[in-house]
């Protein structure tokens, strides 16, 4: 089993496209994405056409925001995804392909289990909005009320800051463990990062591969000046939306 798992793409269509290059040339073809396919950036279109090839794909808080009204945003958020919601309502655009994506949408699933591997976009206990974040290890309650609820391991982004915290309290970075962790016996919730918009400081793509009971935590260059033009272009992107890509924040 080769698995990769993509998260919180944020409509960066170049991130994307260099994530999807990385894993094809590891013969990976069976591609799990875990929700925000939209959001903050300049392609909500491409990027579902290119999700709607995953295997799986979850909702997100910004696929949904998208979809129904948007709440507890803030407002550079909210006006990204009233800007979002008009290019996908765009007219003059294909009707059938229209339709397509907002049926892809409005079906997408908040959770899905293989095995004793749970995928959520937020948290097993709220699957749509639940941050984890590397902090929450000195919040031992709700870890531990997480925890209780998950059979084994759990994948999930949202946060947009990718590695595993043990039932043990503890959080590692990728950087901190090689880039890579082995699934042993003890519960893990392993954020994969962010592919479009990533904020551990670091600007290149992240995403993970599963083989067997090996993660591999990747970290993927694309041409990000590109997509922060197309961002400086929309006057309803704000620029610092463009702006934090450059510094992974
Ligand atoms: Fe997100």
């Known amino acids: 089993m080769k698995l990769a798992l993509i998260s919180d793409i944020h409509s960066n269509l170049e991130s994307l496209q260099a994530v999807l290059e990385d894993a094809h040339q590891q013969g990976i073809t069976d591609v799990y994405c875990l929700g925000d396919v939209v959001g ?13 090839k995953c295997r799986v794909c979850l909702l997100g808080n910004h696929d949904q925001g998208a979809l129904f009204d948007p709440e507890g945003f803030n407002s550079g958020a909210e006006r990204a995804i009233f800007w979002t919601r008009a290019q996908l309502e765009q007219a003059g655009g294909d009707a059938s392909e229209q339709h397509r994506r907002w049926d892809f949408l409005g079906e997408l699933p908040r959770n899905h289990q293989d095995g004793n591997m749970l995928f959520v ?3 097993a206990r709220n699957p749509l909005n639940e941050y984890v974040f590397p902090e929450d290890i000195y919040n031992k309650r709700k870890l531990e009320k997480i925890f209780a609820l998950i059979q084994q391991h759990v994948f999930q982004g949202h946060t947009h800051v990718p590695g595993v915290f043990t039932e043990s309290f503890n959080f590692l970075s990728p950087d901190e463990i090689d880039y890579q962790y082995r699934l042993g016996n003890e519960k893990t919730m392993i954020n994969v990062g962010s592919v479009g918009q990533p904020r551990d400081g670091d600007p290149r793509s992240c995403y993970v591969v599963i083989e067997d009971d090996l993660v591999t935590f990747r970290r993927v260059e694309y041409p990000l000046e590109e997509t922060i033009k197309k961002i400086y272009d929309v006057p309803e992107l704000d620029n610092f939306l463009g702006d934090r890509l450059r510094d992974g924040r």
Request: aromatic letters at 6%; hydrophobic letters at 25%; a negative charge.
């Open 40 to 52: 903050y950036g300049p392609n909500p279109r491409e990027c579902i056409d290119l999700v709607m």
């Open 121 to 123: 976009h937020g948290s």
